[in-house]
Nanobody
Framework: QVQLVESGGGLVQAGGSLRLSCAASERTPSTYAKGWFRQGPGTEREFVSAIDWNGGNTRYADSVKGRFTISRDNAKKTLYLHMNDLKPEDTAVYYC??????????????????WGQGTQVTVSS
C-alpha cells in the first residue's frame, strides 16, 4: 500500500519561499513517477510539476516555470517542491501524487494512482 504524506505548507508573504515535502511509505518502490498538483479556491485541480523515477527529467506548468523546482531523494523516499518568488495566485492546496504504472514524466492527473492528503499554501499580498 502506497501512502503519501505532504508537509511544509503555510502562510507566506508574496515574494517568499516554501519547500514542500512528500514522504512515501517505506514499501513504496523508488521507480514510481511522481508529481505535484494544486487546487485553489473555486478552481479545478491543476498540474504543477512532475519528475521521472530517477530525477533526470522534469516538467513544469508555465505559471510556475522558473520559480518552482521539483526534486526527489529516492533513498529517503521523499519528493520535494521548492517554491520561490511566491505570488498570491499560488495560494492553493498542494497535492503530491505517485504513478505505479509509469516511471517517466507524467502531467495528466488521471495517470496517477496514489495521492496525498494535501497541504495548504497561502500567499498574502
Amino acid at each position: 500500500q502506497v501512502q503519501l504524506v505532504e508537509s511544509g505548507g503555510g502562510l507566506v508573504q508574496a515574494g517568499g519561499s516554501l519547500r514542500l515535502s512528500c514522504a512515501a511509505s517505506e514499501r513504496t518502490p523508488s521507480t514510481y513517477a511522481k508529481g505535484w498538483f494544486r487546487q485553489g479556491p473555486g478552481t479545478e485541480r491543476e498540474f504543477v510539476s512532475a519528475i521521472d523515477w530517477n530525477g533526470g527529467n522534469t516538467r513544469y506548468a508555465d505559471s510556475v516555470k522558473g520559480r518552482f523546482t521539483i526534486s526527489r531523494d529516492n533513498a529517503k523516499k521523499t519528493l520535494y517542491l521548492h517554491m520561490n518568488d511566491l505570488k498570491p495566485e499560488d495560494t492553493a492546496v498542494y497535492y503530491c501524487a505517485a504513478s505505479t504504472q509509469y516511471n517517466g514524466v507524467i502531467i495528466s492527473a488521471h495517470l496517477y494512482d496514489y495521492w496525498g492528503q494535501g497541504t495548504q499554501v497561502t500567499v498574502s499580498s
